[in-house]
């Protein structure tokens, strides 16, 4: 008997992207099962028997992982497609196999970006549940007043919600100094908005880890592909 799995898991598994960019195409009416546009969440299909196809292009499980890390610059954006013509991740890499990123930097943001075709790889760093733990640098326009340091430290409120607690360092609370913050959340341009709703701006933004993971020994627009234990821990949860 065959499988039965989401619809939004399929085609993560086909390295079309994370789930919840499945969830929107999906939504969009761009996926269809056996010739049907499928635009209800939580449709299931059939492995090796249903037809999937998005844009009318056929759509099948991966069976060749890939998991790199890149150092990202600064000016270049992390969507596979972008139609305005921007650089975009996938220029700086070579890969045969079809990589997205694992969340998202916006474009002014730099550092450490995971790219991979693994659908459950990306579905365990980036979902909530999993409180995988992201670190920041971050310049801002002014200096940290304690006050607020122990305020993000607790949770800002945000569109969303009051973010989930922060760790916070800034040496000296000196002009210039740079803070150190660390979440769990990856709400969209999230750092900058707990900046933002306590008055400051963030001038310069980078990611320097992602669970254990650094991007030392990497400049900016270089990669390189993950080790197999950096796999392991990865999805092993260690160093969160």
Not at 83 to 95: A, I
Not at 114 to 133: C, I, M, S
Not at 175 to 201: D, P
Request: proline residues 3%; positive net charge.
């Amino acid at each position: 008997m065959a499988a039965m799995v989401r619809l939004n898991k399929y085609l993560a598994n086909c390295g079309v992207g994370a789930r919840r960019k499945c969830d929107d195409l999906i939504a969009s009416g761009l996926v269809s099962v056996n010739g049907a546009v499928q635009s209800e969440l939580g449709s299931k299909v059939a492995v090796g028997v249903d037809r999937v196809t998005l844009r009318d292009a056929l759509v099948e499980p991966v069976t060749r992982f890939q998991y790199l890390v890149l150092n990202k610059p600064r000016g270049v954006i992390t969507t596979a497609r972008d139609e305005r013509g921007r650089p975009s991740v996938l220029d700086l890499v070579q890969s045969n196999e079809r990589l997205y990123p694992v969340g998202r930097l916006d474009r002014d943001t730099s550092g450490l970006l995971l790219l991979t075709n693994d659908g459950d790889f990306a579905y365990r760093l980036t979902h909530p549940k999993y409180e995988v733990k992201k670190t920041y640098e971050v310049q801002l326009n002014k200096v940290l007043q304690q006050d607020d340091k122990s305020r993000l430290e607790k949770g800002v409120r945000l569109e969303e919600g009051v973010t989930s607690r922060a760790v916070v360092s800034c040496p000296g609370f000196k002009a210039g100094s740079t803070v150190r913050i660390t979440i769990h959340q990856g709400w969209n341009r999230q750092i900058r908005r707990m900046f933002e709703a306590l008055g400051y701006r963030v001038a310069k933004l980078k990611r320097v880890r992602f669970g254990d993971l650094t991007v030392a020994g990497l400049r900016p627009g270089e990669w390189r592909k993950l080790r197999k234990s950096e796999i392991e821990q990865l999805k092993a949860g260690h160093g969160n």
